[in-house]
Antibody, heavy 124, light 107 residues
């Protein structure tokens, strides 16, 4: 079964750090770009960032709201994606989802597999 | 960043109704747009990619159209399991941006 499972969420104080993990199974993880998306309580979905695969030299992209504070990495040997979150703010409180990016025959991309999410609460 | 304006933000409809949701991009994004369904406590689900291509396994009552700046998601005959929040997402330019969402509720 194709699956993504996030872990590592929890309660952290403002200014603190947290590392989220996303474990992939059922597909060739190394073939895919992988993204993080979040949803703050009562709000819509917000793209956080992307980790490309080895052919694209594992390069990354970030939303402006997290750039310089969050770092996305991956370990293809462990079929895992990570989100290192530093200098956390109360506005980072959200459910964090990882998602697989699939490229289709016509060259388009889409987020075709999502995890169930992990909750991060930033509060004193 | 490209702004995605989604409308309406919510709607009430009955089972069997035809429902239309629109997204407008602040600049042209070709057909680099997807539509996602999200239910509380669940993982979001891909419905449509490349503006009009139906994802495998998604019922044919869902359809998408548009190109450039204006896009539409249509549910031809609303079913009980379709009550959810729907989002568009542009992946033409970084940062990727979602529309604000449309909550489809039972009338």
């Amino acid at each position: 079964e194709v699956q993504l499972v996030e872990s590592g969420g929890g309660l952290v104080q403002p200014g603190g750090s947290l590392r989220l993990s996303c474990a992939a199974s059922g597909f060739t993880f190394s073939d895919h770009f992988m993204d993080w998306v979040r949803q703050a309580p009562g709000k819509g979905l917000e793209w956080v960032g992307r980790a490309r695969n080895k052919p694209k030299r594992y390069t990354t992209e970030y939303a402006a709201s997290v750039k310089g504070r969050f770092t996305i990495s991956r370990d293809d040997s462990k079929n895992s994606l990570y989100l290192q979150m530093n200098s956390l703010k109360t506005e980072d409180t959200a459910v964090y989802y990882c998602a697989r990016i699939t490229s289709y025959y016509d060259g388009s991309d889409a987020f075709d597999i999502w995890g169930q999410g992990t909750m991060v609460t930033v509060s004193s | 960043a490209i702004q995605m304006t989604q409308s309406p933000s919510s709607l009430s409809a009955s089972v069997g109704d035809r429902v239309t949701i629109t997204c407008r991009a602040s600049q042209g994004i070709r057909n680099d747009l997807g539509w996602y369904q999200h239910k509380p406590g669940k993982a979001p689900k891909l419905l449509i990619y490349a503006a009009s291509s139906l994802e495998s396994g998604v019922p044919s009552r869902f359809s998408g159209s548009g190109s450039g700046t204006d896009f539409t998601l249509t549910i031809s005959s609303l079913q009980p399991e379709d009550f959810a929040t729907y989002y568009c997402l542009q992946d033409d330019n970084y940062p990727l941006t979602f529309g604000g969402g449309t909550k489809v509720e039972i009338k």
